[in-house]
């Protein structure tokens, strides 16, 4: 067993060695900026990736891919910079070289009102990230102690407008959880210890594949996947940063299938089917994570229900198809005089 520990520790150790040699120079990207390889700095060569930039900022926002069509790119570009990373290829350290460019608020929110999007200020996702590496050693669970050694996943995740977090993987974690469980097709322990932190749960099984690595990945928000895919390469840094961009991705096609409409404002919900205070604060988990949700305040509570007021980005209708398939199932949908019901699924 000490044996075993030890070597995890070693495969730690040589992650957290070659992080820095791959996405952990990245800078922090905002909401209204978008981040592009290119060639050189010179005016041609930036002119070109403006609008893929610009693409990545209207798809975090769950626009249409087809957004940027006709939009002036160059024309909303307010600043630019610029940034280097070296990267290990077939072990020869490799210069890249990355646009970083921010565009207009305002001309941002333009393009999403008119292609149907929130013209609210994108809101970073939170998820919470269960990865088991397996080294041949055994499986572990990568807790928060050990947040250095996926840097090249959480650096991505951020750059695409996902932040993960870690479990804390205390004695609560521990009982809820096995590092086996990532790997299966049950989902139960899972969802379980999800609860604790809110948010979609990014789940990972990382182990060695021949001479590289391989890694499936499952993405789920409250009892619904969202989806799922798998990244091969034979640097484990790589698998890991490509698992952020596949999670990403899941994101915005979800978001895609939903047209949002209908009038940003406050809307009454009443929500059936509670049992017990576990079953209230999973409600309002459930709410909060939603993109369009701005804000949550209760208004009323009795026997088996709750009341609540729920400031959205677009109408109550874009919320009820967000929510299809969750936990919340859709009864009635209002308008902001009249409220909408919603029913817990047990």
Same mark, same amino acid.
């Given at each position: 067993?000490?044996?075993?520990?030890?070597?995890?520790?070693?495969?730690?150790?040589?992650?957290?060695?070659?992080?820095?040699?791959?996405?952990?120079?990245?800078?922090?990207?905002?909401?209204?900026?978008?981040?592009?390889?290119?060639?050189?700095?010179?005016?041609?060569?930036?002119?070109?990736?403006?609008?893929?930039?610009?693409?990545?900022?209207?798809?975090?926002?769950?626009?249409?891919?087809?957004?940027?069509?006709?939009?002036?790119?160059?024309?909303?570009?307010?600043?630019?910079?610029?940034?280097?990373?070296?990267?290990?290829?077939?072990?020869?350290?490799?210069?890249?070289?990355?646009?970083?460019?921010?565009?207009?608020?305002?001309?941002?929110?333009?393009?999403?009102?008119?292609?149907?999007?929130?013209?609210?200020? /994108?809101?970073?996702?939170?998820?919470?990230?269960?990865?088991?590496?397996?080294?041949?050693?055994?499986?572990?669970?990568?807790?928060?102690?050990?947040?250095?050694?996926?840097?090249?996943?959480?650096?991505?995740?951020?750059?695409?407008?996902?932040?993960?977090?870690?479990?804390?993987?205390?004695?609560?974690?521990?009982?809820?959880?096995?590092?086996?469980?990532?790997?299966?097709?049950?989902?139960?322990?899972?969802?379980?210890?999800?609860?604790?932190?809110?948010?979609?749960?990014? +789940?990972?099984?990382?182990?060695?594949?021949?001479?590289?690595?391989?890694?499936?990945?499952?993405?789920?928000?409250?009892?619904?996947? +969202?989806?799922?895919?798998?990244?091969?390469?034979?640097?484990?840094?790589?698998?890991?940063?490509?698992?952020?961009?596949?999670?990403?991705?899941?994101?915005?096609?979800?978001?895609?299938?939903?047209?949002?409409?209908? /009038?940003?404002?406050?809307?009454? +919900?009443?929500?059936?089917?509670?049992?017990?205070?576990?079953?209230?604060?999973?409600?309002?988990?459930?709410?909060?994570?939603?993109?369009?949700?701005?804000?949550?305040?209760?208004?009323?509570?009795?026997?088996?229900?709750?009341?609540?007021?729920?400031?959205?980005?677009?109408?109550?209708?874009?919320?009820?198809?967000?929510?299809?398939?969750?936990?919340?199932?859709?009864?009635?949908?209002?308008?902001?005089?009249?409220?909408?019901?919603?029913?817990?699924?047990?």
């Amino acid at each position: 067993m000490a044996r075993a520990c030890s070597s995890f520790r070693l495969f730690l150790l040589v992650l957290l060695a070659i992080a820095p040699c791959l996405p952990a120079l990245a800078q922090v990207i905002g909401p209204y900026e978008g981040e592009v390889a290119v060639a050189s700095q010179s005016d041609a060569d930036r002119e070109a990736a403006l609008p893929q930039a610009l693409a990545q900022v209207l798809a975090r926002a769950g626009a249409a891919p087809d957004a940027t069509h006709g939009a002036d790119a160059a024309g909303l570009l307010q600043q630019y910079r610029y940034r280097q990373e070296v990267v290990d290829v077939d072990g020869v350290p490799t210069r890249r070289l990355y646009l970083i460019a921010r565009f207009d608020a305002a001309g941002v929110q333009h393009l999403l009102a008119a292609g149907g999007g929130v013209a609210a200020p /994108p809101r970073r996702v939170q998820a919470i990230l269960w990865l088991a590496i397996d080294d041949g050693s055994g499986a572990r669970i990568v807790s928060q102690s050990a947040a250095a050694a996926v840097l090249p996943l959480t650096t991505r995740a951020s750059q695409r407008g996902l932040r993960l977090r870690l479990p804390a993987w205390d004695a609560r974690d521990q009982a809820a959880v096995r590092a086996l469980d990532l790997a299966g097709e049950d989902s139960y322990a899972v969802d379980t210890a999800t609860r604790r932190y809110g948010g979609p749960a990014l +789940i990972g099984w990382l182990r060695r594949d021949g001479g590289g690595w391989v890694v499936d990945w499952r993405l789920r928000d409250g009892e619904s996947e +969202i989806g799922r895919w798998q990244n091969r390469d034979p640097q484990a840094a790589a698998v890991l940063a490509a698992g952020a961009d596949g999670a990403a991705d899941a994101l915005v096609r979800r978001l895609a299938q939903v047209t949002l409409s209908g /009038p940003a404002g406050t809307y009454r +919900i009443v929500v059936q089917g509670l049992g017990s205070a576990a079953d209230y604060a999973r409600v309002l988990a459930t709410l909060r994570r939603q993109t369009i949700v701005r804000a949550v305040s209760p208004v009323a509570l009795a026997a088996d229900r709750v009341e609540l007021d729920v400031e959205l980005g677009a109408g109550v209708g874009s919320l009820a198809q967000l929510l299809a398939g969750g936990p919340l199932e859709s009864t009635s949908v209002g308008d902001q005089r009249a409220p909408s019901v919603f029913s817990l699924r047990r």
